[in-house]
């Protein structure tokens, strides 16, 4: 007795695709989500609305307490300015160390592995940041202006135009680029603020000093003391030499600790 075994003929089947690559991540996005992140936490939230507090608090301190012959719109903007500048760089410093900080950077860079696409996005947030900021900080400035001014009983004194504006941002985004560079270099958030809180307020102070006690150094303070170029830059009418000096002092003290930070984070380990 035999056994006939049936086959049913295979038809060949087609090789499999491979899988499609995944789509880049676009800049913009990066950038809405770094802007989220940065004001997602309470220190973030809080600094942000510590800023609009403090400008309208400025303000209202301005209408006052400020002679009536010194009220213009100048004198609102600057005061606006001050707890900016002191404000606003916190924030860009923050929101870099908060991935090492808080231990976030490691699910970031897995998500996202160019680092270096994550460091442009959360620097092209807190530029917006900074340019909201100086928007809001004009309007407010002429409500203030105007306010003030019928308060006192005189004429309103509009002492700003287009070029000022430039140079109010300008100086502010340089202030808040300072904070992101110490973000960067150090990546830690206590470490970066307490170092921030040097370079923006003792090492100015004791430079002064110098200047005061030593003639030298009087006359070579705006070559090598960063900050006495940017707060410069609030008043305006920069001269040829003043741009000179402020390109020197932003080179050494902003543009290579930069470089270094971004050098060692690319190549740090993420824990």
Request: hydrophobic fraction near 50%; glycine fraction near 8%.
């Amino acid at each position: 007795m035999t056994t006939t075994v049936l086959t049913t003929p295979t038809t060949p089947t087609a090789p499999a695709s491979p899988a499609a690559a995944p789509t880049r991540i676009p800049l913009r996005r990066l950038v809405a989500v770094e802007l989220r992140k940065s004001f997602d936490t309470r220190s973030g939230f809080w600094l942000l609305v510590g800023t609009g507090l403090a400008a309208v608090a400025t303000t209202i301190l301005v209408i006052a307490f400020a002679p009536a012959d010194q009220l213009s719109y100048s004198t609102f903007t600057l005061a606006i300015g001050k707890p900016m500048s002191i404000l606003l760089p916190l924030i860009a410093l923050l929101s870099v160390t908060a991935e090492w900080t808080q231990r976030s950077g490691l699910t970031t860079f897995t998500l996202v592995p160019h680092r270096g696409r994550v460091i442009l996005a959360k620097s092209l947030a807190m530029l917006l940041v900074g340019i909201l900021a100086m928007v809001l900080a004009f309007p407010l400035g002429a409500l203030g202006n105007l306010a003030g001014t019928a308060i006192h009983g005189v004429e309103p004194v509009w002492d700003q135009n287009v070029t000022d504006f430039a140079y109010y941002a300008l100086a502010n985004t340089l202030l808040m680029a300072a904070g992101f560079m110490l973000g960067v270099l150090i990546r830690a958030s206590a470490g970066a603020i307490v170092t921030y809180f040097i370079y923006a307020f003792i090492t100015p102070t004791l430079l002064t000093f110098l200047a005061m006690g030593q003639d030298w150094f009087r006359k070579a303070q705006p070559w090598v003391d960063p900050n006495y170029s940017q707060s410069a830059l609030f008043n305006g009418g920069f001269s040829a030499e003043q741009w000179t000096q402020l390109g020197i002092t932003s080179a050494t003290w902003l543009v290579a600790p930069l470089v270094i930070g971004l050098v060692t984070l690319l190549r740090s380990e993420v824990k």
